[in-house]
């Protein structure tokens, strides 16, 4: 069916009903080395405590609290990685950071509150403890203290970044199951397009950017790709694209351009014929005829019958299929939308949705009379009103300028979405608005600092 005769439905519709039909992946177990960006399928737990012994603090000299301070002989040193010997009454022993605590030591004296002696007669060093520990137990990590045996280092649906993957090695859990990362397969479609490496644009064509804009998103998103390459707007040709996105195993086929109201507008009649169409209208702009379908489709591998190796049978898997407008900015702007909550969803994310802020405008900004507007903008943490004070601060959301869906500019450095309702009015500047995050803000650009006003400086 032609695009206008699709129901429009609102981008929050779109989400609930893209996410309704996507189910989380299956688990995998992987090295841990291998586990970053992955979700958790299983709970961590530490075999043993962590320091595993009691450890120093300090570089020093482990004491015992009650003798206080005064002259020792230092009877033996501790190095980390070492086993000490007992500590005996009236001795102290040189200790480095991390070192076991020998037995019988109670306290750690830094090396900034003792001083060498001349050594003893026989030959022994001695040194003068001239601060005492100020309690027992003072510079010492007791066993156990930053992790407890058998405590839950990490939680099923944790996602692994870096300080995950040093809690995986502190605790020895070399492998561990993680969900799966769904693999998408990206296809351009286009009589006009051309390889990104093309030298020349003659006769109409243009170079396919969304095909690699796709890939390097469906990446960045901790996902398996496949490069379908570009389909002319031929029937067969989008036919052939799609049967290798199944066989290939795809859990997602993301296409671009062809789902619109042209003659040659062929991506939603095909999915029409291979599986269900959910919607393929949808009140935003930019991304109106985004289409979201999803097809059963048979395993890519065969499934073994139960008990009989010889006799294998042939499954059915879903595989989501989004449409994505050909355009750039509606390309990558509905992919941030739509197709990425339903992937972290895939690979197990608790909390799959675009992360909301609160932002000011800079300028003033022509809302749309029909559709919300998802406008592209950068944001930057200001500062607040006497402009030193980080703590009263907000959000600036500075538009990327000329909104046309054809002008993928405007989403260079662009690290959120302004959600703008429909209205026949102008946003003025300094208005606050909902912005749905896209980007790490730890990347936002840090705003220059006004210089100082001579004679006005704080003391
Ligand atoms: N009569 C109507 N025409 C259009 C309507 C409409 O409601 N009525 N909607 C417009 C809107 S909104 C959008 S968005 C586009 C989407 O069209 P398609 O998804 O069918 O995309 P194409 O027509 O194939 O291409 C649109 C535009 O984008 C360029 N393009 C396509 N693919 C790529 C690519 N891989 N890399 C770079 N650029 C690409 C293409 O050359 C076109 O300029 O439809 C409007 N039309
Ligand atoms: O929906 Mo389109 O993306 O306005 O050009």
């Known amino acids: 069916m032609p695009e206008a005769l699709y129901k429009f439905v609102s981008i929050p519709e779109a989400q609930a009903i893209s996410l309704r039909e996507t ?14 960006g992955q979700v958790v399928a299983e709970d961590v737990l530490a075999p043993e405590p962590l320091p595993p012994f009691p450890a120093s603090i300090k570089d020093g ?21 070492t086993l000490p010997a007992k500590l005996e009454p009236g001795s102290i022993a040189y200790i480095t950071t991390g070192a076991a605590v020998p037995s019988g030591a109670d306290a750690v004296v830094q090396i900034e509150n003792t001083e060498q002696l001349p050594p003893a007669a026989d030959g022994k060093r ?72 093309a030298s020349q644009l003659d006769g109409g064509k243009i170079r396919d950017a969304n095909r690699p804009m796709l890939l390097a998103a469906a990446c960045s998103a901790g996902c398996k790709v496949m490069d379908l390459g570009i389909a002319t707007d031929r029937v067969g040709q989008l036919e052939q694209r799609l049967q290798s996105a199944i066989k290939g195993g795809a859990d997602v ?16 009649p095909l999915l029409e014929h291979h599986g269900r169409v959910h919607f393929g209208k949808v009140r935003m702009k930019p991304g109106k005829p985004l289409t979201f379908a999803t097809l059963d489709v048979p395993c890519s591998e065969s499934i073994p019958d139960s008990g009989t190796e010889a006799n294998f049978s042939q499954g059915t898997r879903r595989m989501l ?34 992360r909301r802020v609160h932002a000011r405008t800079q300028q003033d900004i022509k809302l749309d009379a029909v559709r919300p507007e998802y406008h592209r903008a950068t944001l930057s943490w200001a500062r607040g009103p006497d402009g030193a004070d980080d703590l009263q601060g907000e959000f600036a959301g500075a538009s990327t300028g000329g909104q046309l869906s054809s002008r993928l500019l405007s989403m260079r450095s662009a690290n959120a979405l302004l959600e703008l309702p429909a209205a026949k009015s102008v946003l003025p500047a300094g208005s606050t608005v909902s912005a749905l995050l896209i980007e790490d803000l730890g990347k936002m650009p840090i705003p220059e600092v006004p ?3 001579p004679g006005l400086s704080s003391s």
């Open 23 to 36: 189910a989380c992946l299956g688990s995998d177990t992987v090295a841990f080395t291998e586990a970053l």
């Open 61 to 81: 000299y482990a004491v015992r609290f009650a003798e206080g301070t005064g002259d020792f002989s230092v009877a033996f040193e501790v190095l980390a990685g």
């Open 126 to 197: 001695r040194v003068r403890i001239k601060q005492a520990a100020s309690c027992a137990g003072e510079d010492i990590r007791p066993t156990g203290s930053d992790i407890k045996a058998g405590a839950q280092v990490l939680r099923r649906g944790d996602l692994i970044d870096p300080a995950e993957i040093g809690l995986l090695a502190t605790v020895g859990a070399s492998s561990l199951k993680v969900v799966k990362q769904p693999l998408v397969a990206v296809m351009s479609t286009g009589d006009e397009l051309l390889e990104p490496g």
């Open 253 to 268: 086929l993301i296409t671009s351009g062809g789902v619109s109201m042209g003659d040659k507008d062929l991506v939603k």
């Open 321 to 354: 299929v989004f449409g994505l407008p050909g355009n750039p900015v509606s390309s990558i702007v509905t992919f941030k939308l739509v197709v990425l909550p339903c992937l972290r969803k895939m690979a197990g994310w608790q909390e799959p949705g675009l």
């Open 451 to 453: 210089p100082e006003t």
